[in-house]
C-alpha cells in the first residue's frame, strides 16, 4: 500500500468555544484545509509550526514520543483542535514538527472520526459499516 493523504479541515477549538458563547464572531474563527499524510501508525495528530503558527493553538505541555528509528524526542503539544474530514469530527491536541514538516493523521483522532484507510482505492474513507454517524468503541 502506498501513501495515503486526506483533505483535513483544522480548526481552532478555542475559537468555536468563544464564537459559541459570542465572545467572537464566526468568521473570526481561526481554520485552514491541510492536505495530511494519513498514518495510523501514529497514535497523536502532528501539525508542523506553521500550521501552529496560523491557527494560534495555545501550548499545553511538552511530551516525548518515540520515532520509526526508535529515537525519543520531545515535542511541544497543543490544543485544543476540531479536525472535520466528510461528515465527521474530532477533538484532538496535536504535536508541533519543525518547520514546515508534513502533517499527519494520527490513530486517535482517526478512531474517534470512525474513518479507515481503504487499501484498494488508497485513500481516507467514512466507515462504510456507519456512513451517517459514527460509532465509537466503550469496551
Known amino acids: 500500500m502506498g501513501l495515503v493523504y486526506a483533505d483535513i479541515e483544522l480548526i481552532n477549538a478555542g475559537d468555536l468555544e468563544m464564537a459559541r458563547r459570542n465572545q467572537l464572531a464566526e468568521d473570526e474563527v481561526k481554520r485552514m ?46 490544543g485544543p483542535i476540531e479536525v472535520k ?7 484532538c491536541n496535536a504535536f508541533v514538527l519543525k518547520g514546515d514538516a508534513e502533517p499527519l493523521l494520527g490513530a486517535i483522532p482517526m478512531e474517534e472520526m470512525d474513518v479507515l484507510i481503504h487499501p484498494t482505492r488508497q485513500e481516507l474513507v467514512v466507515n462504510p459499516e456507519h456512513p451517517y454517524y459514527a460509532v465509537l468503541k466503550m469496551k
Not at 499524510?37 to 500550521?51: H, Q, R, T, Y
Open 33 to 78: 484545509h491541510v492536505n495530511m499524510l494519513v498514518d495510523s501508525g501514529a497514535f497523536m495528530m502532528a501539525i508542523n509550526e506553521s500550521i501552529q503558527s496560523q491557527l494560534q493553538l495555545p501550548f499545553k505541555q511538552k511530551r516525548k514520543a518515540q520515532l520509526a528509528d526508535g529515537s525519543v524526542v520531545e515535542y511541544d503539544v497543543v
Open 85 to 91: 474530514f466528510k461528515n465527521r469530527q474530532a477533538t
